[in-house]
Each structure stands twice: as C-alpha cells, then as structure tokens.
C-alpha cells in the first residue's frame, strides 16, 4: 500500500502569548493552546472595482487594497488544558490594560503537513463558550490579524552523528 502524504490537523500545533502588536514575544513566552479540535486560518483581499468607460468588452475589473487574516480555532475543555485555555479566554472576555483594554494575542502555528509556521498578532473579537447538558464543553475564538503575519519555514532539525 502506498503511503499518503496527506497530512490531519493532529499534527499542527497551536500556541499563543497575550500581548500587543509592537512587541513579539520570545518563543519561550507562547503557552500551548490544547484540546483544539478545528483549526483554521484564512486569507482575504479586499478589492476596489477599478471599471471604467474604457473596460474591455464591459468586463468589471478590480484591483487590491489591503488584505485581512483571520483565525478561527474550536476546542473542548477538558483536564489539564482548561488552565491554558482559561488564561486566554479570560483575557477575550476582559482584556487587561497590559493590552490596552483590547483582546490582543500573539498566534503562532505550526504545521508541520505544509512545513510552515505562522505567526503574528491578533484581535480576537469572538469568544463562544457551550456548555450542554448531556455532551462535553466547547468553546471557540476568531480573529482578525492586527498587523503583519509571517509564514516561515520550519527550520531542520540537525542531523545526530553517531
């Protein structure tokens, strides 16, 4: 049987450090966000229509702006996880001035499938939290980038000598 090298979201990582834009963290400042179920991440141009009198064949043209990322991340809360969890959601629902009032945090992903790392600052501005009678508790955050997000490599792990 041939092996696959598609990837499952089980392999990405995701950490995260609360504080402002204008000042990244060290790696040893990120804590792990766990029991993450969904992961995702999104790119999206904003684009102005640039159509004029002069448009070929009456086609609509447009051009770029700005671009927004986003994440979103849903997870359950269950064992040792709830305290790192706990810190971050806190912090959505009630930002500290340490943030200047705002739900400001470092993300970093590592996805190892993609051999990528993204990491920047966001303002997480959605929080849901469920509690259901008869399932486990769930919640989940979204947020837009808040300045600028890098994807790097993964760096190579050195080869060992024997």
Request: aromatic share 6%; with cysteine; hydrophobic share 25%.
């Amino acid at each position: 049987m041939a092996k696959s090298n598609a990837g499952t979201g089980r392999k990405v990582g995701v950490y995260y450090s609360i504080g402002n834009p204008d000042k990244k963290p060290n790696d040893t400042d990120y804590k792990r966000l766990g029991m993450i179920r969904g992961k995702s991440r999104g790119v999206n141009w904003n684009t102005i229509d640039v159509t004029a009198d002069t448009s070929e064949d009456g086609t609509t043209e447009s051009m770029v702006t700005t671009k927004e990322k986003t994440v979103s991340f849903d997870g359950i809360s269950r064992g040792d996880d709830i305290q790192t969890q706990s810190a971050l959601l806190d912090h959505i629902e009630s930002p500290s001035q340490d943030t200047d009032g705002q739900p400001y945090a470092w993300i970093k992903i590592v996805n190892p499938t993609i051999n990528r790392v993204i990491e920047g600052c966001y303002l997480l501005s959605s929080l849901t939290e469920e509690y259901p009678y008869d399932d486990v508790c769930t919640w989940s955050i979204e947020g837009t980038s808040a300045g600028n997000v890098t994807r790097t490599v993964i760096p190579e792990v050195g080869s060992r000598k024997a």
